[in-house]
């Protein structure tokens, strides 16, 4: 008998790999990935580029075969199943919509396909553009049309045939920052409409914090972490991890007693002895000219650079070991401390805030 799956289950990948042979030498494109995607999800692989991501999505919507491991569409083993029998859908970067048709025919050109009566096909195509918000330019042609707005046609065509699951493989790439912002909530939003699974793909972290219910963060081929996006910003399971989301300040040493002494100054570690990498964000840190008070990490340093971020100043302190922090400081009307270049400051943060890494 098939192995069972947990309801509620929407795309599972066991310990999936894929090779393959290029120049007569075997690349690991993914090196054993296993994923647990949720009915209804808006998760994303998140990733630099190279990590494995397109090869991932390409072995869930079936355009590739994995090397080893099994992949499950709502509980039912498709491995072996090609993907026009999968009841998945792909968006592309590129989403190539057919230039000679009209915004209308786009979007029905699916339903067509399979004979779809006339007043189904009508109504349906009416629902999804009202949806992406392009009801009154259904007569348009792709050209006639911004960039954004040719997304949302390709996005519609892919709902249109009402995919239990909808693969998104970097789909904004080719936005601007303003309209990629814009799209991000847009993408979010359509997905709650419909209700349901997205599997999205980005090398873009903040893109990937605001829009997921999940995320997994890879690396050559595998997951380092796998997690909400409140907990890969706050628990970050690798340095890789911490490095890339977002901006952390890391610190090693040796600790003692939950203290570990640092750059002429103490980071507070309580329950941690021995060698530990610890992590804290920039915008945790207090910047002071005098020596803070009380039970808090407190380390003296050097400000090197103040970049002013319009609703924050971004600060370098240089720490007597030569390491260099980074601090976040929001620009509103009780701050109090404006540091110049060359000044001697005092960074501290409560012990909550400094968050030891138990990974590589
Ligand atoms: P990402 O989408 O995260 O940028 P990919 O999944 O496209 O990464 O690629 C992962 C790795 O596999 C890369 O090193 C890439 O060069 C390699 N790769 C992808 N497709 C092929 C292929 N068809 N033949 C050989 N190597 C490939
Ligand atoms: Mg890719």
New binding site residues.
Partial sequence: MAEQSPIGSAIELVDVVKE?V?HGEV?Q?VKGVTLDIAEGEFFSLL?P????????MRMIAGFEEPSKGVVRLHGRDVTDVPPNKRDVNMVFQSYALFPHMSVWDNVAFGLKQKKTPQDELRRRVGEMLEIVDLTGREKRRPRELSGGQQQRVALARALVNRPRALLLDEPLGALDLKLRQAMQLELKRIQREVGITFVY?THDQSEALTMSDRIAV?KD?LVEQLATPHEIYEKPATTFVAGFIGTSNLLTGTAAGGVLKVGGGRVLVPGHDGEVTVTVRPEKIVLSAEEPEGELSALPGTVAEVVYLGTANSYTVRLSDDTEMTVFQQNSHDATVTAERGDSVWLSWQAQYSYVIEGR
């Fill in positions: 393959y290029s690349v494109a990733g580029s190279g990590c494995g991501k397109t090869t991932t793909v890879m081929g």
